[in-house]
């Protein structure tokens, strides 16, 4: 499974950005996917999280109200609509993969939990 994160960029305070990840090879209608995020000097953090068809989602709290996970299952690919974007939202930002049988979404809040990952794309968010 590859992942090939795209659409960061430079935004001001409360502007908007659309994140895509698009996967080739598996099955990708079978994987739960995530979002992550890693500011310079700190752990990679969760985001969000999106079941199999795109029903279920699950938030950080930090991005709860303002970010929207989605998927398009015939594109093979996800989704990460930020909205209201803040300084603090500066950060590498990495879809990952998470194959194994189990679709669930509110446990898949660690990296430990994914199999894939894709490189990164930078979003940074100024003042």
């Known amino acids: 499974v590859q992942l090939q994160a795209s659409g960061g960029g430079l935004v001001q305070a409360g502007g908007s950005l659309r994140l895509s990840c698009a996967a080739s090879?598996?099955?990708?209608?079978?994987?739960?996917m995530g979002w992550f995020r890693q500011a310079p000097g700190k752990d990679r953090e969760f985001v969000a999280t999106?079941?199999?068809?795109?029903?279920?989602?699950f938030y950080a709290d930090s991005v709860k109200g303002r970010f929207t996970i989605s998927r398009d299952n015939a594109k093979n690919t996800v989704y990460l609509q930020m909205t209201s974007l803040k300084p603090e939202d500066t950060a590498v930002y990495y879809c990952?993969?998470?194959?194994?049988?189990?679709?669930?979404?509110?446990?898949?809040?660690?990296?430990?939990?994914?199999?894939?990952w894709g490189q990164g794309t930078q979003v940074t968010v100024s003042s």
């Open positions: 090879g598996g099955t990708f209608s079978s994987y739960v």
């Open positions: 990952a993969a998470d194959i194994s049988p189990t679709n669930m979404v509110k446990a898949r809040t660690s990296t430990s939990a994914y199999d894939y």
């Open positions: 999106i079941s199999w068809r795109g029903g279920r989602t």
